[in-house]
């Protein structure tokens, strides 16, 4: 159980335009949801925590107007990169909590902004 | 304010070695302490959790680690190295206090030579 899923797995698109990112809790209700960014070859670090119906909380320094996050259910959230610029290329987890200690994180979505 | 620091940005093992990562943490208040693993291009799987109940912990793979308070250490080991564990792994820490954020580690690459 606590299957997390996130589609796309990868996405490759032209600066400019807005890509969406979907995190899937399988068989769970996630009461809240987490988005990360990773560089290549360093750590995973914290964009926003999201709560099914009220807004998303943003880490210091992460545009919201950049990263739009919905989370419209206790299974969806959703990362928008609007505008995306090739300084936004990186590897995107997203982690779903059921009310317990634990996160259960996504695959992963690679982005690539050419 | 919590924090892990993880020493050693890369970790090289024989095949059948034993492993050993280092992770220390800083907590104002009893921790929960976290291992993952990551492999290129993938989410994060947890290897093992400590929640307050007995220091030694087991997880998969055959890793364990030790939660020693006078220290302030959750290092991960294992008795012997196979080429699958080539991977990152990342030590986290939450407060126990209800749900809070992972705080990360910068990772550990370990490497395994045949």
């Known amino acids: 159980g606590a299957v997390v899923s996130q589609h796309p797995s990868r996405v490759i698109c032209k600066s400019g335009t807005s890509v969406k990112i979907e995190c899937r809790s399988l068989?769970?209700?996630?009461?809240?949801m987490f988005w990360y960014r990773q560089f290549p070859k360093q750590s995973l670090m914290l964009m926003a925590t999201?709560?099914?119906?009220?807004?998303?909380?943003?880490e210091q320094g992460v545009e919201k107007d950049k990263f739009l996050i919905n989370h419209a259910s206790l299974t969806l959230s959703t990362l928008t990169v609007a505008s995306a610029h090739p300084e936004d290329s990186s590897f995107y987890i997203c982690?779903?909590?059921?009310?317990?200690?634990?996160?259960?994180f996504g695959p992963g979505t690679r982005l690539t902004v050419t | 304010a919590q924090s892990v620091t993880q020493l050693g940005s890369h970790v090289s093992v024989s095949e059948g070695a034993l492993v050993l990562l280092r992770c220390n943490y800083s907590s104002s208040v009893p921790p929960y302490l976290f291992w993952y693993v990551q492999y290129p291009n993938q989410g994060l799987q947890l290897l093992l959790k400590?929640?307050?109940?007995?220091?030694l912990v087991k997880g998969i793979n055959g890793f364990e680690a030790e939660f020693k308070k006078s220290e302030t250490s959750f290092h991960l080991t294992k008795p012997s190295a196979h080429m699958s564990d080539a991977a990152e792994y990342f030590c986290a820490v939450t407060l126990n206090t209800g749900f809070q954020k992972l705080v990360f580690g910068t990772g550990t690459r370990l490497l395994v030579s045949p």
């Open positions: 400590y929640t307050s109940a007995a220091t």
């Open positions: 999201s709560n099914e119906g009220s807004k998303a909380t943003y």
């Open positions: 068989d769970f209700q996630a009461t809240t």
């Open positions: 982690s779903a909590h059921r009310g317990d200690y634990e996160q259960y």
